[in-house]
């Protein structure tokens, strides 16, 4: 009964329903980037959290050491993650596309045990965090975060504007292009080593501007990744595997599902709803919701 009255009231929904939209946006623009990699190389990447995590870190030590706000850090960062996304993609990632796909997932697991040491070893295993917003906005009677608003804006922002280029621009159709049938797009003439360089980077430039946005809104360690790449991995397949629309729809509902579940019942059991929300999902729908 306490569940049914709390669901009719209408601005608890209504809270609950923002929360989980805020968190999903967040939630897409991690999915997405991974996404955007294996359908492009089939390429399951592990340490595409990590990536995040470096991009928190960066903005980190920029705060830190030059005062610089993480909304003026963050095109410097996502323009760095992208240059790294293209030298790690074309001097290591090159080597196992079109290798089993067991082969990307220890040579991936591999650097995402580098990156957490790396970080272990340089920022220690204390959580940290940028206290540089703060307060909320109030919407008639609804109260939404400041720092998770202006995230959710940003991510949102970001996710559309690589779909757009995925969608409409040149570049962005020789993208799906070689992830539709990499043989026939060389054959168009398409340079598919540069193609996968671009995607690549693309998604660590996303990953590294969700690690941005993650400073503001939540506290973070270097081992703080696994709980992201096991919601994304969720999320890829609730979405579809290889479909962005599909990871990006997957992020929305994770979000919105984890956000009512906790205020209904326990924080316990929104940890576990990404995966229950997986086994649902691949029972009525297999292919995911985009598949």
């Known amino acids: 009964m306490e569940i049914l009255e709390a669901l009719l009231d209408a601005e608890f929904v209504g809270q609950l329903l923002i929360s989980g939209l805020l968190a999903g946006c967040l939630y897409a623009l991690l999915a997405c980037g991974l996404n955007l990699v294996f359908g492009v190389m089939r390429v399951i990447n592990i340490a595409h959290a990590e990536f995040m995590l470096v991009g928190s870190y960066v903005t980190y030590v920029m705060y830190a050491n030059l005062g610089l706000n993480p909304l003026i850090a963050l095109p410097i960062v996502t323009i760095g993650m992208f240059i790294l996304g293209l030298l790690i993609q074309r001097y290591y990632i090159e080597r196992i596309v079109q290798q089993p796909l067991l082969t990307s997932l220890l040579a991936t697991y591999a650097l995402s045990i580098i990156l957490i040491n790396a970080g272990l070893l340089i ?40 779909y757009l280029f995925l969608q409409y621009s040149h570049l962005g159709k020789a993208v799906r292009a070689v992830a539709e049938h990499s043989e026939v797009a060389t054959i168009c003439g398409i340079n598919v080593v540069r193609i996968r360089m671009l ?19 939540y506290s973070f360690s270097p081992d703080s990744g696994a709980d992201f790449i096991h919601k994304c991995f969720a999320i890829i397949i609730i979405g579809g595997m290889g479909q962005f629309l ?46």
């Open 123 to 162: 920022f220690s295993a204390d959580f940290i965090s940028i206290p540089e917003l703060s307060g909320a906005y109030l919407v008639g009677e609804l109260i939404i975060p400041k720092p998770r608003a202006i995230a959710a804006i940003v991510a949102l922002s970001l996710t559309i504007s690589v």
């Open 199 to 217: 995607a690549f980077g693309l998604a660590t430039a996303m990953a590294g501007a969700a690690g941005v946005m993650l400073t503001i809104i």
């Open 246 to 291: 599909g990871a990006f729809y997957g992020g929305l509902l994770l979000g919105v599902v984890e956000a009512f579940v906790g205020g209904l019942f326990s924080t316990q059991w929104a940890d576990a709803i990404a995966y229950l929300l997986l086994v649902t999902v691949l029972l009525v729908r297999p292919t995911g919701l985009q598949g």
